[in-house]
């Protein structure tokens, strides 16, 4: 058996390695650099792009890319939280302290406000995760932003690994897979009408454990919740819960202390803990790797409700 030859033999002009030799890229070099050509992009086509962030690992990430993709330029672009209001304290004080330190601009589209306006009503179960498509939308219209990034990932869920990196909504903010436009060689197509705009995905083809080595290796800070530590929970649906002024416990759920961690944050209605003793990010990357399902469905209650749950919802207008 034999093997290819090397395409670039050593000679004594050009040595195996050192100066002179190109350095294989890994594979985060090369989802890296994908993601920063995708924020640049939208710089150059777009007027008005926002970063959807919530405090969660992938828009961390997301925003992580965006400081590196317009370095030393200040990053061009604001950011959108949609407030549930039933949000981790964590996440929360998180949010806050990274604005400040990077002297960014944060949209907050509030959906207790919307309630409190009467322009939306509390659902019986307690839960405002399928409340923010109002208020998403509404910020959108306000901020007449015409580019939307989003952390979403296809290896999440079903429906997300039908999306594009550039998802064209229409006026009413709806997402219909019949419109999806190629994207071959990494070309991508922002153009839309009056009134529409675009959802860009810039770590679609990146994985969970993508994100957690990723993480490690540009040393980025989490909010605490990401790791193990002690929390009073309770037991629904196959998943930790935590106890809040959304709801929970019902009658006959006991609330017990347990050793757990967040693999995604979200509403705290339906954002589920694991089981868990990983309280380094070695020990997050080992137990996600030895992991059968993605962090949505092992956590997020709203993804249960029915088959095309997630789908049901970006035909809304949501992520």
């Not at 106890?243 to 017990?256: F, K, L, S």
């Not at 095309?308 to 207008?317: C, I, L």
């Amino acid at each position: 058996m034999t093997t290819a030859p090397h395409p670039l033999p050593p000679t004594a002009e050009y040595p195996a390695s050192g100066p002179g030799r190109p350095h294989p890229l890994s594979h985060l070099d090369v989802l890296e650099a994908e993601s920063v050509h995708i924020f640049r992009e939208v710089a150059g086509e777009f007027e008005r792009p926002v970063i959807l962030f919530s405090g969660g690992k992938d828009s961390i990430v997301m925003l992580h890319l965006a400081l590196k993709a317009f370095a030393p330029a200040p990053v061009p672009f604001s950011l959108l939280h949609v407030d549930t209001g039933h949000n981790f304290p964590e996440v929360i004080a998180y949010r806050d302290r990274v604005v400040a330190e990077h002297g960014l601009r944060l949209h907050v589209a509030s959906v207790q406000r919307f309630i409190d306006e009467g322009r939306l009503r509390e659902r019986p179960d307690g839960t405002r995760n399928p409340l923010q498509t109002v208020p998403l939308l509404d910020a959108i219209e306000t901020g007449r932003f015409d580019a939307v990034f989003g952390g979403g990932r296809r290896d999440e869920e079903k429906a997300r690994a039908k999306e594009r990196v550039f998802s064209l909504r229409d006026e009413f903010g709806a997402w219909d897979p019949r419109r999806q436009r190629p994207e071959l060689w990494s070309l991508y197509n922002g153009r839309h009408a009056v009134g529409e705009h675009v959802r860009v995905f810039p770590l679609s083809n990146w994985t969970e454990l993508d994100v957690w080595q990723y993480i490690e290796r540009e040393s980025i800070d989490l909010p605490e919740i990401y790791y193990a530590h002690e929390r009073d929970v309770f037991a629904r649906d196959g998943m930790w819960l935590t106890a809040g002024d959304w709801g929970g416990p019902r009658e006959g759920e006991t609330v017990q202390r347990r050793l757990i961690r967040y693999r995604t944050v979200g509403d705290m209605s339906c954002t589920g803990a694991v089981d868990s003793d990983a309280a380094t990010i070695d020990q997050v990357i080992t137990e996600i790797a030895a992991s059968r399902l993605t962090e949505r469905g092992a956590t997020r209650a709203d993804d249960k409700l029915s088959e095309a749950a997630m789908e049901d919802r970006k035909r809304e207008g949501y992520f």
